[in-house]
């Protein structure tokens, strides 16, 4: 079993910036797929950004050019980097992993985001 344990998250005025952090209980070179997703109260969960494979990078459009997705190898963490936060990014942002060796694919608890006007 595979566990993912998100940081970052907090209060943050508009214009403001926060970077989530998602560590794997596992190697990150085991995962083909990696992703962040969020969830706002009585909407739907939604992808924000994801990496498949090395560079197969997807952005949501209400992400584009604010958002940027990372991995850093060395430190076993997939990021997520967000600037000019706005008050409808408020959500709690889960990270998602993909297991290249069995297809599975595990969420984190999330981590709540909350961007006051």
């Known amino acids: 079993q595979v566990q993912l344990v998100e940081s970052g998250g907090g209060l943050v005025q508009a214009g403001g910036s926060l970077r989530l952090s998602c560590v794997p209980s596992?190697?990150?070179?085991?995962?083909?797929?990696l992703g962040w997703y969020r969830q706002a109260p009585g909407k739907q969960r939604e992808l924000v950004a994801s990496i498949a494979g090395r560079v197969n990078i997807t952005y949501t459009d209400s992400a584009k050019g604010r958002f940027t997705i990372s991995r850093d190898n060395a430190e076993n963490t997939l990021l997520l980097q967000m600037n000019s936060l706005k008050p409808e990014d408020t959500a709690v942002y889960y990270c998602?992993?993909?297991?290249?060796?069995?297809?599975?694919?595990?969420w984190g608890q999330g981590t709540q985001v909350t961007v006051s006007s």
């Open positions: 998602n992993a993909g297991e290249r060796s069995s297809n599975k694919h595990y």
């Open positions: 596992r190697s990150i070179f085991n995962f083909n797929y």
